[in-house]
């Protein structure tokens, strides 16, 4: 059994416990605990910036060719740079990694701050190299299409070029089960919808008949009570109670 199994299986004996599985009988199949916790994950992705991880990535680009496809645990490319500085049609190395002119104002502003500039010189010297390389391409832009994980390159590449992708990659399931804030909110989740499915289907019939007259059925006050359950769960992603990426809340829809 994976790690991923092993994790499920810990989910569903919770439902099975918190049901009362074992005092009663639970009409619920494997398929419908499994159904669960599909959709426990599929809400929690779709509105929880946990759900993602930030990272970088590295992606070598060809000469001439504009377009790449990315891996599929890409959710989402956040910016693109250059990993060196200079000329882009250089050498096939896209430009040297050493910039001189840079390190001597280090030395002369930064190093010696208590003669002449500062902390406060270099920031606006940062701020001017930035806002020179915003004018005469320094900075890369792109357009990247999270359906089809292609990535586009509005400039064409004049030479071959390592650059590195900031990406928000989709965390793997075991991941969430097992993370101490979101583990909870995925087995609660769970929980509310096997309620609701409980619900709809003890909801058709009111009673069962029976030698004493019939056994009355809680479906209106089950499927009551999973839906106070969602709409809770669901203010609790919005409140980032199962957790945050520490990326701030961009991807927080609510």
């Given at each position: 059994?994976?790690?991923?199994?092993?994790?499920?299986?810990k989910v569903f004996d919770y439902c099975r416990n918190m049901l009362g599985e074992g005092m009663i009988?639970?009409?619920?199949?494997?398929?419908?605990y499994e159904t669960g916790l599909e959709r426990a994950l599929?809400?929690?992705?779709?509105?929880?910036?946990?759900a993602v991880e930030e990272s970088f990535a590295f992606l070598k680009l060809s000469l001439d060719q504009n377009e790449y496809t990315l891996p599929?645990?890409?959710?989402m490319v956040r910016e693109v740079y250059?990993?060196?500085?200079?000329?882009?049609?250089?050498?096939?190395?896209?430009?040297?990694?050493?910039?001189?002119?840079?390190?001597?104002?280090t030395n002369t502003y930064l190093?010696?701050?208590?003669?002449?500039?500062?902390?406060?010189?270099?920031?606006?010297?940062?701020?001017?190299?930035?806002?020179?390389g915003k004018t005469f391409g320094s900075f890369i832009q792109f357009t990247w299409n999270s359906e089809t994980k292609k990535l586009f390159i509005h400039q064409r590449p004049r030479s071959e070029e390592e650059v590195a992708l900031h990406?928000?990659?989709?965390?793997?399931d075991v991941s969430i089960i097992k993370d101490v804030y979101a583990g909870?909110?995925?087995?609660?989740?769970?929980?509310?919808?096997?309620?609701?499915?409980?619900?709809?289907?003890?909801?058709?019939?009111?009673?069962?008949?029976?030698?004493?007259?019939?056994?009355?059925l809680n479906g209106a006050n089950l499927k009551a009570e999973a839906q106070a359950d969602l709409e809770r769960l669901t203010m609790e992603l919005v409140t980032s109670v199962a957790g945050s990426n520490n990326s701030g809340y961009s991807l927080i829809i609510g």
């Open positions: 059994m994976s790690q991923l199994d092993q994790e499920k299986q009988d639970v009409e619920l199949d494997p398929e419908h599929g809400v929690f992705r779709q509105r929880s910036d946990n599929d645990e890409i959710q250059r990993r060196s500085i200079g000329s882009r049609s250089g050498g096939g190395q896209g430009g040297t990694v050493f910039e001189p002119f840079n390190l001597a104002y190093l010696s701050s208590t003669n002449m500039g500062g902390l406060a010189t270099y920031e606006l010297f940062a701020g001017y190299q930035e806002r020179v990406v928000f990659n989709k965390r793997p909870q909110w995925i087995k609660d989740y769970t929980l509310a919808n096997c309620k609701m499915m409980l619900a709809q289907a003890r909801e058709k019939f009111a009673s069962i008949a029976g030698p004493q007259g019939g056994t009355a």
